[in-house]
């Protein structure tokens, strides 16, 4: 049996900075190249903010362009999560700046921190949220500025993130359209293999802790792979059982775009056509929080995917956290 969704999507939008970092600038930087780059990540470019621009100027912006297309004002809006670990400032939530920057006067606000599962966190908190609080418009957006915690001396993790946002208003679903499952997961025993371990209350600033660069995002890439490959595709497995749906019905599937081999072996672990996987990849590294939304954005606004469309969502961060859902457009 089918479930009856209590929220559907009514408008998306994303916003990237204008400045892209090549491959080929990469090169200049550390001692890499673009074909290890291509054959190892699949990526060719990225998207990286001015220094200095912070995550709201962009969420404001991708928040504008949902709120277009859903034709809604942000003085409709009651509700603003977003899902990032690059917030404007560690307080206060960046999510209450974009409420000032969009005029969302009547709107509670806030941050959730679940890195790259940051934007499926969101949209399950919102279903709650929704189905219990009687909310009539949120706004979920998904946005990282990585470029601010990247070691631009670190090869082996400078070359894979990028910077953007996406969002999307939800309201409640009218009919069989919208949210039919989600699915969040954890396990913290795995928090030292990708995270920034300075700037917090364990390593507060100090310059030996920045000399030590304990401000950037550190990596074990192998490991987080390994893991990322099983735990979306058990995550996947739960929405698309707990949506009643079968993965041959979807038709599209948008995973978090980490690394293009992840991507592919996701895929082949549900025999499903390179055609029915959305991959943006090559053109934004990895966004985290940003990645799910601006892919859904994109599909939608290249005709990818429609109203009716069935479209299943899934992605893996650090924490180690995982997530899933399964929507109707
Ligand atoms: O969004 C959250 C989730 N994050 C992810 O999903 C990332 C998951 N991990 C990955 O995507 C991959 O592990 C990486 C792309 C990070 C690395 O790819 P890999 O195939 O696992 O490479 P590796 O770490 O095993 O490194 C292979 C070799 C090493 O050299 P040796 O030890 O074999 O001599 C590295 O030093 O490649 C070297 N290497 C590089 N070479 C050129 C590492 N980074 C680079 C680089 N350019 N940028």
């Given at each position: 049996?089918?479930?009856?969704?209590?929220?559907?999507?009514?408008?998306?939008?994303r916003a990237v900075p204008e400045r892209i970092l090549t491959n080929q600038d990469l090169e200049k930087l550390v001692d890499t190249s673009d074909e290890w780059i291509l054959a190892?990540?699949?990526?060719?470019?990225?998207?990286?903010?001015?220094?200095?621009?912070?995550?709201?100027?962009?969420?404001?912006?991708?928040?504008?362009?949902?709120?277009?297309?859903?034709?809604?004002?942000?003085?409709?809006?009651?509700?603003?999560?977003?899902?990032?670990?690059?917030?404007?400032?560690?307080?206060?939530?960046?999510?209450?700046?974009?409420?000032?920057?969009?005029?969302?006067?009547?709107?509670?606000?806030?941050?959730?921190?679940?890195?790259?599962?940051?934007?499926?966190?969101?949209?399950?908190?919102?279903?709650?949220?929704?189905?219990?609080?009687?909310?009539?418009?949120?706004?979920?957006?998904?946005?990282?500025?990585?470029?601010?915690?990247?070691?631009?001396?670190?090869?082996?993790?400078?070359?894979?993130?990028?910077?953007?946002?996406?969002?999307?208003?939800?309201?409640?679903?009218?009919?069989?359209?919208?949210?039919?499952?989600?699915?969040?997961?954890?396990?913290?025993?795995?928090?030292?293999?990708?995270?920034?371990?300075?700037?917090?209350?364990?390593?507060?600033?100090?310059?030996?802790?920045?000399?030590?660069?304990?401000?950037?995002?550190?990596?074990?890439?192998?490991?987080?792979?390994?893991?990322?490959?099983?735990?979306?595709?058990?995550?996947?497995?739960?929405?698309?059982?707990?949506?009643?749906?079968?993965?041959?019905?979807?038709?599209?599937?948008?995973?978090?775009?980490?690394?293009?081999?992840?991507?592919?072996?996701?895929?082949?672990?549900?025999?499903?056509?390179?055609?029915?996987?959305?991959?943006?990849?090559?053109?934004?590294?990895?966004?985290?929080?940003?990645?799910?939304?601006?892919?859904?954005?994109?599909?939608?606004?290249?005709?990818?995917?429609?109203?009716?469309?069935?479209?299943?969502?899934?992605?893996?961060?650090?924490?180690?956290?995982?997530?899933?859902?399964?929507?109707?457009?």
């Amino acid at each position: 049996m089918k479930k009856r969704p209590c929220i559907e999507i009514l408008g998306t939008g994303r916003a990237v900075p204008e400045r892209i970092l090549t491959n080929q600038d990469l090169e200049k930087l550390v001692d890499t190249s673009d074909e290890w780059i291509l054959a190892r990540t699949g990526i060719q470019q990225r998207h990286i903010a001015e220094p200095g621009v912070p995550l709201s100027f962009f969420a404001a912006q991708a928040a504008q362009a949902a709120l277009a297309d859903a034709g809604a004002s942000g003085e409709e809006i009651d509700l603003i999560i977003l899902g990032t670990v690059t917030g404007d400032s560690k307080f206060p939530a960046t999510a209450c700046v974009v409420q000032d920057l969009i005029g969302a006067k009547s709107a509670a606000a806030f941050d959730v921190s679940a890195a790259c599962s940051g934007f499926l966190y969101g949209l399950q908190l919102a279903e709650s949220m929704m189905a219990m609080q009687g909310y009539r418009r949120i706004l979920l957006i998904g946005g990282e500025i990585l470029s601010s915690m990247v070691n631009w001396k670190d090869r082996d993790t400078c070359v894979l993130f990028g910077d953007g946002v996406g969002a999307v208003v939800l309201g409640p679903a009218q009919g069989s359209h919208g949210v039919l499952s989600t699915y969040i997961k954890s396990d913290g025993a795995f928090r030292d293999f990708l995270h920034s371990p300075g700037c917090g209350s364990l390593n507060p600033p100090s310059h030996e802790n920045v000399d030590k660069m304990l401000h950037t995002i550190h990596m074990e890439g192998r490991e987080v792979f390994r893991h990322a490959v099983t735990s979306m595709a058990d995550a996947l497995n739960q929405a698309l059982d707990q949506a009643g749906v079968a993965v041959e019905e979807l038709d599209l599937l948008i995973p978090h775009q980490a690394n293009l081999r992840i991507i592919e072996a996701v895929g082949k672990r549900f025999r499903l056509s390179p055609d029915k996987i959305f991959v943006n990849v090559d053109r934004f590294g990895n966004t985290s929080a940003a990645s799910i939304p601006i892919a859904l954005d994109e599909a939608r606004k290249a005709g990818r995917i429609a109203s009716g469309s069935l479209v299943g969502m899934v992605t893996f961060g650090a924490g180690f956290t995982w997530a899933a859902a399964v929507i109707r457009l």
